[in-house]
């Protein structure tokens, strides 16, 4: 990419993701020397995660704003106000830290349960938000097939993955429970299904593999804006190798079997996580359903890579024919 064109990247989105790369670092040190635990995880590592995250999606974003050739006035003050909110957001997480105490679905004092209700109305204006870049998205022109099909059902995948981040702030069973008993009083919502939060959990995520877990739909959701795109740009370089995929209606095809995989594997999760069930252990009926999804997805890829009938491929003697109102005309200058 010429230098010129990074130009044309959202600038606070780049200064955001620059201050999240900087606040990486400073959690990762947060990990190393602070011992507290906050619900039973290391207490910087939210921040950690929510850091990375956050610097994913404004390059992301930045890129992708400058794509766009209409409404651009629109898509950047709408993109101001998502990098006012991140970083927001992000302020809050790190002040709950250092008071020691957890930044969501915590309502144990009027300051807690306000800052709680901050960051829902921040997270429901970047879902918004982030609708309203989509929308301007589907409509700009995307030469390649592969790209378009790539950024286009990367931003809908992503999109319902940030959305899915709202059934965590149902409350749970027993919480309802507390509600009826009027006892109700320290936290409302979780992101573990069957079990309360904070128990055994991968080491990074910190997903529970002993209950499900929301996070992960989540995450994954939220990340097809990075992964569909990476693969748009991997075909052009496997086609040194593979020269089937010199095609351009091929690698688009591929990448559009790839996002609808990609879907199904974000609705499996859900339904898991759902379920109450962890993802490293996962029953008959999700291996099942997961083989299926794995035997469709080599269908389509092999319908992807087959070879284009002279019906699918353009016909060179059809466009060099003159129509018949052209041939005509070309009789009539000749007499």
Known sequence: MKAEQYRTWHRPMLVCAALMTVMTVVSAVGLVVDDRSIGGAPAWLKPFKFAVSIAVYCVTWAWLVSL????RRLAHRVSNVLVGVLVLEYTIIVIQVLRGTSSHFNFTTPLNAGLVTLMGISITLLWVGTLVLTLLLLRTPIAEAADRWAVRLGALISLAGLGLG???????DEQLTQEEQSTIGRIIGAHTVGLPDGGPGMPITGWSTVGGDLRI????????LQVLPLLAILLPL???RWARLHDDVVRGRLVLVAGSSYAAVLALLT?????GQPLTSPDALT???SFALMALSA??????????TPRDA????????PTSSSAQELQHRDA
């Open 238 to 240: 496997l086609a040194r």
């Open 299 to 308: 269908v389509g890829v092999a319908w992807a890579l087959r070879t284009r």
């Open 68 to 71: 766009l050739r209409t409404r």
């Open 166 to 172: 709202g059934l965590m702030t149902s409350p749970t």
């Open 287 to 289: 291996l099942t359903v």
């Open 217 to 224: 739909p989540h995450f994954v959701g939220m990340h097809a």
């Open 271 to 275: 339904w898991q996580a759902l379920r």
């Open 314 to 321: 353009p016909n060179d003697t059809d466009e060099q024919r």
